[in-house]
């Protein structure tokens, strides 16, 4: 795959996991910058010595020579409730214990870290502590009675469940899969493009032409939010990504027998008009997003508009 045809399926996929359908709790890391400024979010990616910084306004491109250090947002450990000892029994006289007062929990403070402008990045990754090992035993006042071992041994876990080694397969112009549960109808010109799901993890599938001049990319993401607007959210997020973007239509329908609402649209991006139908589906507690593009500035726009439009109508649930 050329580097234009990676850039377009990036394109694709980066309209599906943007808008953030569900309402988790962000992590933001505290960059600091050279200059004195400092800016919070979530770098989530670096190319050509620039961190792309995820923050409530939008992305940032930070050079990497700019930044002092990075302070990582870890979260703070609560320490485990002491136990209150329980009284012997059959002794009236015995007075129980005052609780002890417990501590609060020390809060871990943020340790800046270094960027080496020699060498490439990683994002710190928060590291649990380990306890203490080699502490002394505790001496008990009767011996433990010996026991036989063969009688006493764990008996062997069960063996693991292998999971299925096929999640997904092609039959004639079927696309299946068995992971997340549906099926629907992929073109005969069309072809699986191979790492969606490595380049963004919310991605299922990725299918196409050749060139990629027309893209079908199907996603999920766990959703709290009603229908409408995780719907409303990943269309405002299409403003954002495209140039000159008009809003064709918009509905409310049904795909594979779920509600879910579909927009039309035309947009510019990597040099094209673009002709897009963007359908997100409820299904359970999850949202199925399937976004299906192609060129508009070409005479097979009707055609390929059609197969879009099939392969979406054509989406059911096993």
């Known amino acids: 795959m050329n580097a234009s045809k990676h850039r377009r399926l990036e394109f694709g996929l980066a309209v599906l996991t943007a808008a953030g359908l569900c309402a988790h709790a962000a992590r933001a890391d505290e960059i600091r910058l050279k200059d004195g400024k400092k800016l919070h979010g979530v770098i989530v990616g670096y190319e050509d010595n620039m961190f792309k910084v995820k923050t409530d306004f939008g992305y940032v491109l930070v050079e990497k020579n700019k930044i002092a250090s990075i302070v990582p947002d ?7 409730a002491k136990t209150e000892p329980e009284p012997r029994s059959g002794s009236p006289t015995e007075a129980k214990a005052a609780p002890e007062p417990t501590q609060a929990p020390a809060k871990k403070e943020k340790v800046p870290i270094t960027v080496n402008a020699n060498a490439r990045p990683e994002i710190p990754v928060p ?22 071992l063969l009688t006493t041994a764990t008996p062997p876990p069960p063996p693991k469940e292998e999971p299925p080694a096929n999640r ?21 010109s069309w072809q699986i493009i191979g ?14 032409t050749s060139n990629e001049s027309t893209l079908l990319v199907v996603g999920h993401e766990k959703s709290t939010a009603p229908l409408e607007a995780a719907a409303q ?41 673009w002709s897009g139908t963007l359908s997100v589906i409820a299904h359970g507690d999850e949202a199925l997003t399937v976004l299906g593009m192609t060129f508009a500035d070409t005479d097979l726009i009707q055609i390929q508009e059609n197969v879009i439009a099939r392969s979406i109508a054509s989406l059911d649930f096993k």
């Open 74 to 80: 870890t979260p703070v450990e609560p320490a485990p």
């Open 195 to 208: 790492g969606a799901g490595q380049t963004l993890p919310n991605a299922i599938v990725a299918m196409g």
């Open 233 to 273: 959210a990943m269309e405002k997020r299409l403003h954002e990504v495209y140039d000159n973007y008009r809003l064709i239509s918009q509905r409310k329908t049904t795909v594979g027998g779920q509600p879910a609402m579909e927009y039309r649209y035309r947009g510019m991006a990597e040099g094209h008009d």
């Open 168 to 188: 997904e397969e092609i039959q004639g112009n079927l696309y299946i899969n068995h992971q997340f549960g549906f099926r629907m109808y992929k073109a005969p």
């Open 127 to 148: 590291v649990k502590a380990t306890p203490d090992v080699g502490a002394p035993a505790l001496k008990t006042s009767a011996a433990a009675p010996k026991t036989n």
